[in-house]
């Protein structure tokens, strides 16, 4: 039995599954056992599959029914493989060569239960490393209440110790978002499992690609913010309830206990934010009074950060509703396409973004490349042909800039713009060229990747 298994999430994604298979046949240590499983008969998935299972000693896979959540097949691959440790893994994903490798050199060294590398994003917007990851990856003993360790429930590419499923019955909560924050806070503060980083180990996680304007599969709805005030709601009662077995007094002002309500209020703010226009307007409503409940708990010192952490997008420029969001837009984009091919594109990109203050004018000709889901969207306004420029100059409420190209436009682009300190007669020379800078179809095609 291999010390590691790595099971691997596969649904349509070939050329991703390839990438991420080839990165596990290159690493510098090879006991270790990888498990495929596959949510549907893709036949360019399956056949792939069986040639590396056919190639290669300890590979494995299981061919499942179509339509999986990724904790779903998750939890399939742990009840087929018998692993020590475990690691999962997307299709798309990479896991640097040496990383097997320092997981083992780190198992034996602290023997910890959950293992935490480097996490590189490659998904949106310029590719970087996590900070709040390279801070865990560095620490030999991580604290369950760690300040880093807060602020990464939700990443991926952790390796698991097995006791936690078999000693607990524990397994990955079969819902589309936030399931690894779930996970972990059942095993850090439920089953008080011990944490190590592992600096030598990279994990390259591509799910920040919002496809179709959706993380990893997950709509942004009201169900899932439910689910995920639900979580860290049980999080602020474990957190608090610690602090009261261990020091016998609970006052509110403790450090921890702040510190996870900032990363509970952050968390929420980058929903808002990036999933307003998905939201009903009773989802938003829910929302603010939720902010409201954390806010009160929260003491000044802590409130006053969090300006500083939402500084690219004016926080707080919270609306009550959609339809107030779309009378006061802090920019508006006219579109001026010569063909309406990449339109849906286009649009996708902008209601993905963290910058939900904005409106946009296309012409009439262009809408049956609209994207169904946005033709009633409050913000999108539709103008005949004849007289475009006129009537949505007229109309438009914010900082006018034209769009010409329809290339997918990076997340980064609005949010900047909107709280650049330029001139507003140069605002549009800095929107082209900030364009140019993090152009995300460009980007996306250099990694051999695509926006639907």
């Given amino acids: 039995m291999a010390k590691i298994t790595v099971i691997v999430t596969s649904f349509e994604n070939a050329e991703g599954l390839k990438y991420t298979l080839e990165s596990l046949c290159e690493q510098t240590d090879e006991d270790f056992d990888v498990f495929i499983v596959q949510s549907g008969e893709n036949e360019g998935n399956v056949s792939l599959i069986k040639s590396y299972c056919d190639e290669y000693v300890g590979f494995a896979y299981s061919l499942e029914r179509e339509g999986l959540l990724i904790p779903e097949a998750r939890n399939i691959g742990v009840s087929q493989t018998n692993g020590e440790y475990m690691l999962f893994m997307l299709e798309g994903d990479y896991l640097s060569p040496e990383s097997i ?27 970087y490393y996590l900070d709040w990851a390279d801070m865990l990856a560095t620490v030999p003993h991580i604290g369950k209440f760690d300040e880093a360790l807060l602020n990464t429930l939700d990443i991926n590419g952790r390796v698991y110790k097995r006791k936690f499923f078999d000693l607990y019955s524990l397994k990955f909560p079969e819902q589309p978002a936030f399931y690894n924050t779930a996970f972990l ?15 030598g180990a990279i994990y390259d996680d591509k799910s920040g690609v919002f496809l179709n304007g959706f993380k990893d599969g997950a709509e942004p709805n009201g169900k899932n913010l439910s689910a995920a005030t639900e979580l860290f709601d049980g999080i602020v009662n474990t957190v608090k309830t610690f602090i009261e077995e261990e020091t016998g007094s609970f006052e509110g002002d403790e450090y921890t206990f702040q510190e996870i309500l900032f990363v509970y209020f952050t968390v929420l703010t980058d929903r808002f934010y990036r999933y307003f226009w998905y939201l009903s307007n009773e ?64 649009i996708n990109s902008l209601y993905i973004g963290r910058f939900p203050f904005f409106e946009v004018f296309v012409k009439q000709s262009a809408e049956e490349n609209i994207p169904k889901a946005r033709k009633n969207a409050e913000n999108l306004h539709i103008l005949p042909d004849a007289g475009f420029f006129a009537a949505a100059r007229k109309l438009a409420v914010g900082v006018q800039i034209n769009v010409k190209s329809s290339e997918p436009l990076d997340p980064k682009i609005l949010s900047e713009l909107a709280v650049s300190q330029a001139p507003k007669s140069v605002l549009q020379y800095i929107f082209a060229s900030k364009r140019k800078k993090y152009s995300a179809k460009t980007y996306l095609k250099k990694k051999g990747m695509s926006m639907h």
């Fill in 185 to 199: 806070s059942e095993c850090v503060f439920k089953c008080d499992a011990s944490l190590s980083g592992v600096a």
């Fill in 283 to 346: 989802d938003i409503l829910r929302l603010k009074e939720k902010y409201e409940q954390i806010s009160e708990l929260m003491t000044e010192e802590r409130r006053a950060k969090i300006p500083k952490a939402f500084a690219d997008i004016r926080f707080p420029s919270m609306y009550m509703s959609r339809e107030d969001a779309a009378a006061l837009p802090m920019i508006s984009l006219l579109l001026d396409f010569d063909d309406y091919i990449s339109l849906p594109e286009f």
């Fill in 101 to 127: 490798e320092k997981f083992k050199e780190n198992i034996n060294e602290t023997k910890a239960d959950i293992l935490c590398p480097r996490l590189y994003i490659s998904g949106e917007c310029e590719p």
